[in-house]
């Protein structure tokens, strides 16, 4: 018997009934046969996420040459992604695939720019490869956690597994404006390449004379983005709990599968 009245981690284990479990040969040929009226592929919020993937590609397209372009189609990616989810609810077309979709896009159009800045600013490249990493490898676990304990979402935390996750996850106002930041720190830093000109504001502080106004934006928007990879990091180290805590629990269970046998 565990001490201070602790259950027993095989105890925990549960039928994991919160999620239905589809033959993947059979997810193959549903999805195969759909018809116009019902075709997850087609859904209003999956184009939306079309849309974004395209004007990603086509901000990439302009890094290189053309900020004003570069920029103007990224935001709206980045825009859309508030967008979309709206749309799924309002229209009943919430799909796993249209979520999978959307995190794949931000992970990849975030780290796209990551990579173009890594080569602008070489003396922080390690910095921006970090960020990258990071971004990565908490989101992966983040999901992965989710599938293995049964969540039909990744935004599905409770604030007994995170405080700090749920109210990220569970309060849109706060989502949109930790990912907007986010965005708009990396945006800045990429538009000071291109704009040297400064906004004039030596009138109010001698030192805001040389400030153009990416810098100005910069600097807010910088406390953001360290917020939202505090929350990677604490995102990253809740799922290594979870993913251990499923270890230890399965382990017990086979010992007591393995004791009764005996």
Known sequence: MMKNGSANPSRKMRKRGSIDVVDAKVAVDLATAQTYSENVFLFVPNLI????????????????YHPKYCTLAYVISCLLDAVDGQVARALGQTSKFGAVLDMVTDRCTTSCLLCYLSSA???FAMVFQFLIALDFAS??????SSLVTG????????????RILWYYYNDSRTLFFMCAGNELFFVSLYLMKWVHTPIGLGVYSSWLAD????????IPSAFVCAGKNIINLVQLWKA??????VDLAERAHAREVQAKKE
């Open 139 to 144: 989101h992966y676990m983040h999901m992965y």
């Open 211 to 218: 400030l153009t106004w990416p810098e100005l934006v910069a």
């Open 49 to 64: 996420g079309y849309t974004r993937v395209i004007l990603a590609g086509l901000s990439l397209h302009f890094m290189s």
């Open 121 to 123: 600013y070489p003396n």
């Open 151 to 162: 969540s039909r979402s990744h935004k599905l935390v409770t604030s007994e597994v995170s």
């Open 240 to 245: 290594s709990k979870i993913l251990v805590g």
